[in-house]
């Protein structure tokens, strides 16, 4: 049996044998006008974005001097003086050397990389650093130094989608500028540092400057707005929607990949399921606050199942014709010769299925007119827990015919031979369509592209409620668990 759309599981059958020359005393069964749901849950998708930081680093460039600083100065006392011990006193043997320092310390190209939830900005430098004029004696000698400066950038996103960070910036001499003179090394560390922390201090400042300017909330706008709509789970055989509507965004803080910044984003949203065409999407609304906390994901979705009643008959009937062939035997009364017209099945109220048979029986062996009647009999749907296999229960017999055959109708229809059959021919395994309809969706949600999104989910599992009966058919739910990612890729 095909599975096409959802269902309630109620089985009514109801006997009934309708006259032909008289008004019929036994009504059929009421029907069922409720419908089956479209289930709701509440899921939470991953929706990571991904913001590139190539655009910091280049305002970065932009704001950093190439030249960090330049010196052209006269010192008293390049050289201090030298001093020895004579009779336990320091006594002076050289007096300070004066010279003239010159130099400057440039910058190389910045470079950024991620180290967990750090944006690392290391900035190599160059210093080159000359004495001249060395007490009148050296002419001129030139030192070389290099260093490399990490600025070291985190960043916090507040409630309302603003960005802020915190820079800290180290450096440190791997090879300190200096010369040797008169057996004595001359460094200019201390030059050097004196004018690098104002430097550090402007770069940190630009450093936080830009943070301020990554738009994360243009990207979580598009994100929120657009996901708003309807995914399909299933093409055809039955057509299978999911369509999302998002309640909040969820925000775990972010790492670095490379030269993105991949912030963790979740988005809960409630999932509702339709067996139909395409259904409407939902209508957007104005992006919340986001909320702090670790988002987990998981897709929580209710696959809903139905059996359309009218694909139920032929069964019916299939089953009757062949149980026709022999005659019934009816306590009291004996052998009876019973033919069987189509049948006719619908939901009923109270969680029931009706299911109507027209009936022509006979005495065996007899001849004349046969009495021509209507058997109701209506039945509730169950299944075990976690069971596909649907059966009948609390069946319950009416009938009347057009003589005074009436009540042998409902002994035909109480029999051994006619309620169990119907009651057997209706039994259903849905497990064969269960596991049709799971690879479909297995292979549909797998990854694709829906707009902007490109979308990967797993699913992890089904699970089989409690089949039910609506109006509409017979509705079995099955649970789909597992998780879903959606990636904001929207074309360049």
Known sequence: MRLTRLATTTFLVAATLTACDRKVDIEPPPRATDKAPSPTQTSLIAVPINADTTALKQALERAVPKTLWTINRRERACVKPQQVKVFGKKVEVTPPIPCTIVGRVTRGPLRLRGEGDEIIVDMPLSATIAARDVGGVLKGETATG??????????????????RGTARISYGWTKAPGIDFLGKRITFTDEADAKLKPVVRDVEREVNQEIARIDIRKQASDIWRQSFTALELNRDKPPVWMRVTPQRILYGGYRMEGQQMRLNLGLEAITETFVSGRPADPSPTPLPNMVRAAPKPHLDVRVPVLADYAQLEPVVDRALLKRSVRPFDLPKVGAMTVKFGKSTIYGAPDGRIAVGVDVDMRLANRTGEPTHGRIWMTAVPVNKPGSAEVHFSDLVINGDTNGVGGDLLLVLGRSDGFAPLIASALTQNFARDLA???GKIKRAVDQRREGAFVIRTHVDGFA????KAYGNG??????MVGGASVDYRPAK
């Open 464 to 467: 089989i409620g409690q089949i």
């Open 474 to 479: 017979l509705y079995l739910p099955v649970r």
């Open 146 to 163: 290099a260093a490399m400066a990490h600025a070291r950038v985190k960043i916090d996103i507040t409630p309302d989608w603003r960005t």
């Open 436 to 438: 049709e309809l799971q």
